[in-house]
């Protein structure tokens, strides 16, 4: 699948190179392809999202465009993918808030581990659109506007031996995303930290380059990863979305009536994956146990929590960008509390 992968992403860069692939997009049979590139399985709650977005542009301006989906990580792991969307190689890719980092720092918000008190205060939060549009406009300058936010669930560490309490994560090489911010949270939970993109996992796992990983019950079936990880430990050190990320100038040049039209079908496509998410990850626990012999570990989270106090604070002090929002996350927190 890699082979393919890397086959299919030297064809793109081919095709970029030939000009039938320009940053001004391709046109077939007089409409314009747009091309999503993702991560995920056909069958992940993304995919399913985006499907959905694909319907909903197609409805409603099929005579002039048409939306093509790339699974796997064909167009590339995601940090080559969102290079590729700033290019206008393609239009939209999805990837995590760690991957976006390096594009802009206001993302490291999403890395700070134990950010968000549960899981409703996250939703809260990241559905407040007035608000997200801020955080969506970080990127501009990058060439690169966010359309959406899509569940990628609470992230949580696996690996071949089983981990307890935060000294099991002692002296174990553990993959992060390639993120500086992920690398200090591993670091600090006393583990070591080795950044590679998410294809590469399953076979560094196998090969024993790495012990272990962390990200959310998905990665164990969709990704196959409990084939070779067989402990699941709910530390629960990040709840995080995936983001709908566009190439800018694709969008501003847009009519007003179709960018409502593809805003729209972001948040279809938002309400669409989220709906999927609690379900699909049901039955990836299910399958995990019953099928992979996977074992759901459940830990002393306070533990783990405290095992990283400094890290929040370390992070705020070295990046001004996640200060507001940080205080906003804490507001919201407080306002859940309040209420309950
Ligand atoms: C999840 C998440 C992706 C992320 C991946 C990873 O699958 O949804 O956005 O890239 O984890 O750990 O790399």
Redesign the pocket.
Known sequence: MRKKGKLFTVCVALAVAAGTLTGCGSVTGGKRIVRISH??SEE?P?HLGLLAFKEYIEENLGDKYEVQIYPNELLGA?QKAIELTQTGAIDFV??????LETFDKTYEIFSMPYLFDSEQMYKDFMNDENYMDQVYEATDESGLRVMTW?N??T?NFYAKKPIHTPDDLKGLKI???QSPASVNMVKAFGAAASPM??GE?YTAIQQGVIDG????E??LT??KHGEVAKYFSYDMHQT?P?MLIANRNFINGLSEDELEIFKEAARISSRVEQEEWDACIQEAKKIATEEMGVEFIDVDVARFREKVADVQNQMLEDNPKIVDIYHHVQEVNAKAKGEQ
């Open positions: 991560a995920q992940h993304e995601a999805v990837a995590g808030t760690a991957n899509y990628a669930g992230r993959r992060v995303q993109s998410f996992v990983a962390e990200n959310n998905l990665a969709n990704n995080v995936d």
